[in-house]
């Protein structure tokens, strides 16, 4: 069965994961982390995305990105993808495939759940086990430029992002504050199942309206139900 194109809507944001093959490490080295972050500017500025926020795990990213096209991500991760597996295999000789196939990817709910995710994305090296206690700690992810104004040039703030104060001071004050509390387990939840299933991660409301204009279910339908009830027997 043929696959059927991942949701997208150009001026959404998305937030999207690459995996390594088997779950295997796609950086070692410091220069590994600077080089895909290098050619991940160039296919952004390229490709029409503009990247919110993003962690470089050992074995995985995530980014959050808005396309201004229809293919702006899509492209983006092929040109990436490209560079840095030819890097990859010549500085460790090695060949063969380093992606666990397709990159995994969700439209998202702005007003809702875009600064979750955010959180989300940098508290990435806090959950793992044994990696930081704060996200501070963490030097391949756009913390550092969200929080403390660290100057980073491949995040562009997200209109979400500007709301949270006049200055960029304030901004990245009360940027910091959001990290005081936990993210609950469900919506954790959420954000990953939506994801990995690509599906949309947002309101009841926004879910209506994107499943309205692409016309295709955007969530899981619900199954099974009480078969005595008339309503079931009558549906």
């Given at each position: ?21 088997n779950r ?9 982390y ?10 952004c500025?390229?490709h ?11 074995n ?10 229809e293919?702006g ?6 040109m990436?993808?490209r560079y ?11 060949t ?5 196939g397709?990159?995994?990817?969700t ?10 995710c955010y ?6 090296p ?9 996200p ?7 913390y ?8 980073d ?26 990290f005081k ?5 469900k ?12 599906w ?9 309206e ?11 339908r619900?199954?099974?139900g ?10």
């Amino acid at each position: 069965m043929a696959r059927l194109p991942r949701f997208v809507i150009p001026g959404q944001p998305q937030h999207v994961i690459v995996r390594g093959n088997n779950r295997e490490p796609i950086f070692y080295g410091e220069e590994d982390y600077r080089f895909y972050l290098e050619k991940l500017e160039q296919a952004c500025e390229k490709h029409q995305c503009d990247l919110h926020a993003y962690v470089l795990m050992t074995n995985h990213v995530h980014l959050l990105m808005t396309p201004r096209t229809e293919d702006g991500i899509s492209k983006s991760l092929q040109m990436l993808g490209r560079y840095y597996v030819q890097y990859f295999n010549h500085t460790y000789q090695r060949t063969g495939t380093l992606w666990e196939g397709r990159y995994k990817a969700t439209l998202i709910d702005s007003e809702r759940y875009l600064l979750t995710c955010y959180r989300y994305i940098e508290l990435n090296p806090v959950r793992a086990e044994d990696m930081v206690d704060h996200p501070s700690e963490y030097p391949w992810s756009s913390y550092r430029h969200n929080a403390v104004g660290e100057p980073d040039p491949l995040v562009v703030p997200h209109p979400e992002y500007i709301k949270l104060g006049k200055t960029p001071e304030e901004r990245q004050s009360a940027y910091r504050a959001l990290f005081k509390a936990r993210i609950a387990e469900k919506t954790l939840t959420e954000i990953r199942e939506s994801t990995n299933k690509a599906w949309v991660l947002g309101s009841s409301h926004f879910k209506d309206e994107i499943e309205r204009k692409l016309k295709r279910p955007v969530s899981p339908r619900l199954r099974g139900g009480d078969r005595k009830s008339e309503s079931y027997r009558k549906g």
